[in-house]
Nanobody, 120 residues
Framework: QVQLVESGGGLVQPGGSLRLSCVAS????????MGWYRQHPGKERELVAS???????NYADDVKGRFTISRINGDNTVYLQMNSLKPEDTAVYYC??????????????WGQGTQVAVSS
């Protein structure tokens, strides 16, 4: 199937920056979209940013202007540059990939999650 490996989380002070990376591998026939979600303790997972095969990008309202998603299509790699981090950005961040694994079968795949903590 498809495996996603995330890296780049950690502890940073308010106002600081982090860059998350996610590399997908496995039986990927075609990449449909990749994105980042986050989950705060006791809450549901929510979309942070996504980018589709055609380059269309969506951001959650509370990260617009601070976070930037980018990708390398040929490498099935997606990045999330996070600037001006706030304590409320503290969460576990998950990489997501929606992809065809055959000509007709597609699915949503998830990484294991990486912790981002923003604190002084």
């Amino acid at each position: 199937q498809v495996q996603l490996v995330e890296s780049g989380g950690g502890l940073v002070q308010p106002g600081g920056s982090l860059r998350l990376s996610c590399v997908a591998s496995g039986s990927i026939f075609a990449n449909i979209a990749m994105g980042w979600y986050r989950q705060h303790p006791g809450k549901e997972r929510e979309l942070v940013a996504s980018i589709n095969r055609g380059g269309g990008i969506n951001y959650a309202d509370d990260v617009k202007g601070r976070f930037t998603i980018s990708r390398i299509n040929g490498d099935n790699t997606v990045y999330l540059q996070m600037n001006s981090l706030k304590p409320e950005d503290t969460a576990v961040y998950y990489c997501n990939m929606r992809a065809y694994v055959t000509v007709s079968e597609w699915g949503d795949y998830w990484g294991q999650g990486t912790q981002v903590a923003v604190s002084s």
